[in-house]
């Protein structure tokens, strides 16, 4: 079975720093896709990012990017210049087969 | 912009009764799902639909909850009898193709159930 791991329950950091947020999987499969997903505290849910695992390249969107190591079944999210409207629960997710399986996410903190 | 719409936002309840929430996807959507978020944890997948067809309902349980989305539009989520356990978020989502998760879900704001 498929399983997320989201090691950092919780992270803070100043505003307009880097931070990085790490995720890893365990599966025997090799075409699946990976997202991580927003959610600001009482507001929706929101996709950040996704990434095809059959791509080489790493997913970039604006001020976030990933790092997939595919061999290493990690899948880390880097956000950069980091504002106080980032501030929010960051889900890992890993999707194969219409199944899709959440981490259980990390809480960052953007401080002013 | 479209939004899915879930009510009510809050619902406190008492061991053992009836409660029910209701979700509106963005209009066009096909598949709907509804996720159990319990404090502190990832989204657990109940139900998913595809149109008015239950696609997966393996982690649905059965005996207390129900699901239907009878004209493929809007969706209900019951649970009867409610029991301590069940106190959690209640999130919906949904995609606009019959494509499943690959493509970004839309997430309602969730409805948070108390069960005392």
């Known amino acids: 079975a498929q399983t997320v791991t989201q090691s950092q329950p919780e992270m803070s950091v100043q505003e307009a720093e880097t931070v990085t947020l790490s995720c890893t999987y365990d599966?025997?499969?090799?075409?699946?896709?990976l997202f991580w997903y927003k959610q600001p505290p009482s507001r929706q849910m929101i996709l950040v990012i996704r990434?095809?695992?059959?791509?080489?390249q790493n997913a970039t969107e604006n001020r976030f990017s990933v790092n997939f190591q595919k061999a290493a079944k990690s899948f880390s999210l880097k956000i950069s210049d980091s504002q106080l409207g980032d501030t929010a629960m960051y889900f890992c997710?890993?999707?194969?087969?219409?199944?899709?399986?959440f981490g259980k996410g990390t809480r960052l903190h953007i401080l002013p | 912009e479209a939004e899915v719409a879930q009510s009510p936002r809050y619902k406190i309840t008492e061991k053992s009764q009836a409660v029910a929430f209701w979700c509106d996807p963005i209009?066009?959507?096909?598949?709907l799902y509804w996720y159990r978020q319990i404090l502190g944890q990832g989204p657990e997948l109940l139900v998913q639909?595809?149109?008015?067809?239950?696609?997966?309902d393996s982690q649905l349980p059965k005996d207390r909850f129900s699901a239907e989305r009878l004209k493929g539009v809007d969706s209900t989520l019951k649970i009867q009898p409610a029991e301590l356990g069940d106190s959690a978020m209640y999130l919906c989502?949904?995609?606009?193709?019959?494509?499943?998760?690959?493509?970004?879900?839309?997430f309602g704001p969730g409805t948070r159930l108390t069960v005392l």
């Open positions: 989502a949904s995609t606009p193709v019959n494509r499943g998760p690959y493509n970004e879900q839309f």
């Open positions: 599966t025997s499969e090799n075409n699946y896709y």
């Open positions: 990434q095809e695992a059959y791509k080489q």
């Open positions: 997710a890993f999707v194969l087969d219409d199944k899709i399986i």
């Open positions: 209009s066009g959507h096909a598949t």
């Open positions: 639909f595809q149109d008015e067809s239950v696609v997966d």
